[in-house]
């Protein structure tokens, strides 16, 4: 790990038993100084998070690095990840999202701590009895911090609003190294057809580093902020009169923050010991998003990306698909007739990073499934 000075330890102890000899040239602490002041570390505010018309294009990667390894003036080499999926996400205004679901995220008079700054598309979700349609995230951001106030969406066909009470604070304002803060977060909502879910959310932060975070294709000034975050899903059945409480194994999310980057330029997600989402800030020329289906073109295509229960396929011709996991077994496979899209159910698989593969036209695309 290099000093917080550029100037390497050994040389400025080597510099420092001189002066006794003789006087060193005032411009050899003067570049010691400028290189010092090059590794100060940052603060991350409001300034630097998302606003409406935003959008942050980043690629999906996996890696095994030692998410330990951190500190002050610390230099973080991931200049080996792979970029795999492409995505993008949206900030959209609140009074674009959906009528039913702005009364409770864009109303100061009655809702002052949800009244959204911002709202961001989610993907669909399908579970057994449950499917989750139109979701949008809304998030408000000042001074004080940035959080998550509550989400809308459509579930089993009913639109629903569901406010976070209290709200999870992501970020507290102005964050630097060494600052450390709890939030608790809760909701609940009717589900049609089923009953009731809720959820009891404590998330812990601490930023437990600061320095440089060398990418791919590019280079930032970083804080880097750990979240642990501990969920309990509770689920009432309401067919049957029971409920029971179901503890989500331990989330670590590791984020590392740039000045006016948005969104974290890298984040790492470590669930059950395991890192299941690796993400990090890339811009190509051209990119789709993890969301909508993509534009057409040549080449097979898929869809959402990442996915957690059903993948769409465009643009792959006659012949047989395959999903095979890293090892290179067999997890899923369908004949195609080259019409349409092609819909593959993937619920139930491990998360982790898959190849989806045209047996006939010879055609691979990364998947990355997430829980």
Same mark, same amino acid.
């Given at each position: 790990m290099p000093p917080p000075c550029l100037v390497p330890y050994a040389l400025r102890e080597?510099?420092?038993?001189?002066?006794?000899?003789?006087?060193?040239?005032?411009?050899?602490?003067?570049?010691?100084?400028?290189a010092s002041a090059a590794m100060a570390q940052i603060t991350i505010t409001s300034a630097d998070m998302p606003m409406a018309g935003d959008t942050v294009r980043f690629?999906?990667?996996?890696?095994?690095?030692?998410?330990?390894?951190?500190?002050?003036?610390?230099?973080?080499?991931?200049?080996?990840?792979?970029?795999?999926?492409e995505g993008a996400d949206t900030a959209v205004t609140v009074g674009s999202t959906p009528l039913l679901y702005q009364f409770f995220f864009n109303n100061a008079l009655l809702y002052p701590q949800h009244k959204a700054d911002f709202a961001m598309r989610g993907p669909a979700i399908g579970a057994q009895g449950v499917t989750v349609e139109d979701l949008y995230d809304y998030f408000k951001?000042?001074?004080?911090?940035?959080?998550?106030?509550?989400?809308?969406?459509?579930?089993n066909g009913l639109p629903s609003s569901v406010q976070r009470d209290p709200v999870d604070w992501i970020y507290r304002f102005p964050l630097n190294y060494g600052d450390q803060d709890s939030s608790?977060?809760?909701?609940?909502?009717?589900?049609?057809?089923?009953?009731?879910?809720?959820?009891?959310? +404590? /998330?812990?932060?601490?930023?437990?580093?600061?320095?440089?975070?060398?990418?791919?294709?590019?280079?930032?000034? %970083? @804080?880097? =902020?750990?979240s642990r975050i501990e969920r309990t899903d509770t689920v009432y059945i309401e067919q049957f009169g029971i409920g029971f409480a179901l503890p989500v194994p331990e989330?670590?999310?590791?984020?590392?923050?740039?000045?006016?980057?948005?969104?974290?330029?890298?984040q790492v997600t470590n669930m059950g010991g395991a890192n299941t989402l690796v993400r990090f800030f890339h811009a190509p020329e051209d990119i789709t998003t993890a969301v909508f289906p993509p534009a057409a073109?040549?080449?097979?295509?898929?869809?959402?990306?990442?996915?957690?229960?059903?993948?769409?396929?465009?643009?792959?011709?006659?012949?047989?698909?395959? +999903? /095979?996991?890293?090892?290179?077994?067999?997890?899923?496979?369908?004949?195609?007739?080259?019409?349409?899209?092609? %819909? @593959?159910? =993937?619920?139930g698989l491990a998360p982790g990073t898959y190849l989806l593969h045209h047996a006939v036209g010879g055609k691979d695309r990364r998947v990355l499934i997430m829980p």
């Open positions: 080597y510099l420092g038993g001189m002066i006794h000899s003789f006087r060193i040239p005032a411009i050899v602490f003067a570049l010691a100084g400028l690629r999906n990667s996996a890696t095994t690095a030692d998410m330990a390894d951190t500190g002050p003036g610390h230099q973080w080499d991931f200049s080996g990840l792979q970029p795999l999926a951001s000042n001074s004080a911090g940035f959080r998550n106030v509550g989400f809308g969406a459509t579930i608790f977060s809760h909701f609940q909502i009717a589900v049609p057809t089923l009953g009731y879910y809720g959820q009891d959310q +404590l /998330r812990r932060n601490e930023v437990d580093g600061w320095g440089t975070l060398i990418l791919p294709a590019d280079t930032f000034q %970083v @804080l880097r =902020v750990k989330i670590v999310e590791y984020k590392w923050l740039a000045p006016g980057m948005d969104e974290p330029v890298l073109s040549e080449g097979m295509k898929v869809w959402p990306n990442p996915a957690d229960r059903l993948i769409h396929v465009d643009g792959y011709g006659p012949g047989i698909l395959e +999903l /095979r996991a890293a090892d290179g077994r067999l997890v899923r496979s369908m004949e195609v007739h080259g019409q349409g899209t092609a %819909v @593959l159910d =993937v619920g």
